[in-house]
């Protein structure tokens, strides 16, 4: 079974990663839409049409499944996918519901994209799943940029997660929501500016498990192939890989489109 994933960039590749642990049999076909990045200032038109374009394009190439690795993606066009893919459209949104039922300050914080925050499914998210706590939004761009240059930990690193985090800890959040692919890759940077008893939440080892949950139970087959392109630099991208998903055997190259 042959599963195509999607993302603006390289953060979908947190999602892949949680996938290929629990399913490492599966054949995962990933483009990153490095060339488009980010998603999240782009307005919906612009993200769905380029989410068809690559859609179409990991169709044309044998997935039978479609993981949208993208908060933004899903909220701005899951709907329009699923209305017109005959195939299983796996989406991710920011996990407010797991945050709000394990909050005990009453206050989580979410961290996610303009693009995700303005969207009309996030208002559903929030209103049906979290009507009795208070719910603080944080876009936080400039993950999504360290994460696309690879910069992971450090100075630079930690001073972009205290500028994202004071406004949520200053307001009693204890539980906080990693509402964008790009953002687990700084989880352990994050994970060390919280203080002790916080709760962190990334919906990719739930997205693996619905994955899993389509396919036809596995044996202990041979290990999938997995392959990673991008609408970007593929110098850029292998630089990266080493980091992103180091001792995974990964193939990659430069996505070309009109060839699909
Ligand atoms: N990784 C994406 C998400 O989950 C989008 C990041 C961006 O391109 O702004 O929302």
Partial sequence: MKIGLLDSGVGGLSVLREIHRLLPSASLHYVGDSAWCPYGTKSPEVIQQRVFEIADYLLGHGAEILVIAC?????????????????????????????????????????????????EKFHQLVNTHASGVRVITRPCPRFVELVEAGILDGPEAEEAVDEALSPLLEAGADVFVLGCTHYPFLRPVIERRLPEGSVVIDTGPAVAKRVASLLPAAGDGPSGTIHIETTGEVDRLESLLPRLLPGLPVSSAACDMSKA
């Fill in 71 to 119: 908060n933004s993606a899903t909220i701005q066009a899951v709907g329009a996918l699923r209305a017109e893919y005959p195939l299983p459209v796996v989406g991710m949104e920011p996990g407010v519901k797991p945050a709000a039922e394990r909050t005990r300050s009453g206050v989580i914080g979410v961290l996610a994209t303009e693009a995700s925050l303005a969207g």
